[in-house]
Structures are given as C-alpha cells and as structure tokens.
C-alpha cells in the first residue's frame, strides 16, 4: 500500500542548532513530493515542489532534497519563528487524473530561544 | 489578499444537522480539493474538481457527503446528517498544476 512516513514525529532544538526532518515514500510512481509548513489553527502553507531524485531546493533556512525513496528537510540555524508543524506529502502518477495528495502525520519542531 | 478563502473559519452543530461549507479558490486555478484533517494527523483527501467537473472521490466521502463546483468557481462542501465523528477541520486547495495551495480550513465540531 502507498504511504508515507515522517519522523521524528517531534523536535525540540535550540536556536541555532541546525537539523533534519526525514520523509520517506513508497509509491509506483512518483509525481511529485511536496513539503508544506503548518501553524496551529491555520492551513498547510506550500514550502517546495520537487519532482525527481537528485532534485534540490531552497528557501531562506530551509533545503529540501529529494532520493528515490526519501525526501529531507534539512533546517540551518533554525529561529523561535520556524516553530511549526512540518507536513510531507506525494501525489502518484496517475492515468484517470487523480491528483489528491496524501500527506504523512508530520514533524512537530520546537525551536527554543 | 488574492489566496484561498473559506468560510465559516468555525462552525458548532448539533449531531443530525446538516452544515455547508463554501470555498473561493485562487482566481486562475481550475483545479479544487477538499481535505479532512483531524488532531495530530496530516490531511487526508476527500475530493477534486478540475473546473466544474468532480473527477474523483475519496471512499472516505460517505453519501453523506456532497461537494459541487457550480461554472468551475466557488465550491461547496455539504455534510447532511453530522455525526459526533464529522468533527474536524476541511480544507480547500487550489493549484494551477501540481502544487497545491490551502486555504485557512473550516473547524467543525458536532456536539
């Protein structure tokens, strides 16, 4: 069955200690992995789209990577304002137009001052 | 601010009323999605819409549930009948293409 797998499923860091957020994928055919963040009581706001293994991409303190089975976001010298849950999600390659995404549980990140 | 707008951001119902939902996805977007997300779990996929047609449903959608697109712009999500187990928040997404950008949500809760 296709799914997807994010740990840990919590992180408390100190600001500015940098690391990694794992998601890892099994799926027939991938057609896009996506990272979003989301804050308490609002909706999952887009970070990266990447598409194919070796693809990388980078936003302020964060770069997403991407291998044919996992994906990571790594965070450098994360802030208090980064606190977040972070949401991994694919959409499969599909012939009848299917396009929902399906997401893992998420990463809750703490980042203390 | 030209994003994803629903509404109600919040509703409370009593168990065996029926409740709608509306969404206005971004203007240039002919794909719709809804979401359901529950506590501590990521969103799960309910339904999507390329312009007004419905092209796929999830089996978590009971019969329920109804969504419509009417002309391929606004969306209505409608639950007929809410149970204790309805409450959660729905979410509306819109894409262009792959990538798909949320709205706030509508927290629901059936008491």
């Known amino acids: 069955e296709d799914q997807v797998t994010q740990s840990p499923e919590a992180l408390r860091l100190q600001e500015g200690e940098s690391s990694s957020l794992n998601c890892s994928y099994t799926?027939?055919?991938?057609?896009?992995l996506f990272w979003y963040r989301q804050d308490p009581g609002k909706g999952p706001e887009f970070l990266f789209t990447?598409?194919?293994a070796g693809e990388e991409k980078e936003k302020e303190r964060l770069k997403a990577t991407l291998t044919k089975k996992e994906s990571f976001l790594h965070i450098t010298a994360p802030k208090p304002e980064d606190s977040a849950t972070y949401l991994c999600?694919?959409?499969?390659?599909?012939?009848?137009?299917?396009?929902?995404?399906?997401f893992g549980k998420g990463t809750h990140l703490i980042i203390q001052p | 601010d030209t994003g994803v707008s629903q509404d109600p951001r919040h509703k409370i119902t009593k168990r065996g009323q029926n409740v709608t939902f509306r969404c206005d996805p971004i203007?240039?977007?002919?794909?719709l999605y809804w979401y359901r997300q529950t506590l501590g779990q990521g969103p799960e996929f309910l339904t999507y819409?390329?312009?007004?047609?419905?092209?796929?449903k999830s089996r978590l959608l009971s019969d329920r549930f109804s969504a419509e697109r009417p002309k391929g712009s606004f969306s209505t999500l409608e639950i007929q009948r809410t149970e204790q187990g309805d409450s959660a928040m729905y979410l509306c997404?819109?894409?262009?293409?792959?990538?798909?950008?949320f709205g706030p949500g509508t927290r629901l809760l059936v008491l």
């Open positions: 997404a819109s894409s262009p293409r792959e990538t798909q950008y």
């Open positions: 799926v027939s055919g991938l057609r896009g």
């Open positions: 990447l598409y194919s």
């Open positions: 999600a694919y959409c499969e390659v599909s012939g009848g137009g299917a396009d929902g995404l399906t």
């Open positions: 203007s240039e977007h002919n794909r």
């Open positions: 819409f390329q312009n007004e047609a419905q092209l796929e």
